[in-house]
Antibody, heavy 116, light 107 residues
């Protein structure tokens, strides 16, 4: 059974940093691209970033490029999102999802709140 | 970047009604389009990929069509459990943009 479990969310002040993790199980992690998608309270879904399973190449939404870094540790079956220079508008539930195209599997999400 | 525009933003329909949601891309994306259902407080669920391929386990009352710039998600006979917000997403290339969502309610 595919499982994705996010962690690392919390309350942080504007300008601060957080690192999110997504522990994967039930599939061969290294062979899949992985993505982060976020959802601000009461708002729609926003794609954030994707990392390729093989090459490790990355893509970012314009709203986070230069501030967020996606990475992965295939030996630990874990996906990461390093978030720096956080802004109030980054407040959201952050989901990890398996894939580079349509997302069949999602985690339950971890909540990031940026507030002073 | 390609923009994805859904219409309507919300709709109200009766049980048994046929419901149609439209998603329009600002440039052609072939059939690289997915549809998701998100119920309140729940994780999004993949309904359709490649514009018209039904994800395993999804009821057959859901269907998708379209190619290029214009796509539709249809529910042939609305059921109470279909109350949710529906999103389209393009995935031909980055950024993998979602539409703004369509909220479906019961009349």
């Amino acid at each position: 059974e595919v499982q994705l479990l996010e962690s690392g969310g919390g309350l942080v002040q504007p300008g601060g940093s957080l690192r999110l993790s997504c522990a994967a199980s039930g599939f061969t992690f290294s062979t899949y691209s992985m993505s982060w998608v976020r959802q601000a309270p009461g708002k729609g879904l926003e794609w954030v970033s994707t990392i390729n399973g093989g090459s490790g190449s990355t893509n970012y939404a314009d709203s986070v490029r230069g501030r967020f870094t996606i990475s992965r540790d295939n030996s630990k079956n874990t996906l990461y999102l390093q978030m720096n220079s956080l802004r109030v508008e980054d407040t959201a539930l952050y989901y990890c999802a398996r894939g580079i195209s349509s997302y069949e599997y999602w985690g339950q999400g971890t909540l990031v709140t940026v507030s002073s | 970047d390609i923009e994805m525009t859904q219409s309507p933003s919300s709709l109200s329909a009766s049980v048994g009604d046929r419901v149609t949601i439209t998603c329009r891309a600002s440039q052609g994306i072939s059939n690289y389009l997915a549809w998701y259902q998100q119920k309140p407080g729940k994780v999004p669920k993949l309904l359709i990929y490649a514009a018209s391929t039904l994800q395993s386990g999804v009821p057959s009352r859901f269907s998708g069509s379209g190619s290029g710039t214009d796509f539709t998600l249809s529910i042939s006979s609305l059921q109470p459990e279909d109350v949710a917000t529906y999103y389209c997403q393009k995935y031909n290339s980055a950024p993998w943009t979602f539409g703004q969502g369509t909220k479906v309610e019961l009349k």
